[in-house]
């Protein structure tokens, strides 16, 4: 899985995503209040998982 920031990783996590064949993600910098206010978008991972505190 390849996740990435909000902001400028987009496009490069993308285009690997799409070279590799991997599932991607996108990390929001806080949860939105709105839509589907979750902290990140994307492919789902399970289990959820904590890259550091």
């Known amino acids: 899985m390849l996740v990435g920031l909000e902001m400028g990783d987009i496009a490069v996590v993308t285009a690997l ?3 590799t064949g991997l599932p991607c993600a996108f990390v929001h910098e806080a949860a939105k209040s709105y ?5 990140a978008e994307g492919a789902e991972v399970n289990p959820p998982v904590s890259c550091g505190s």
């Open 17 to 19: 995503g799409w070279h």
């Open 35 to 39: 839509a589907t206010a979750r902290l």
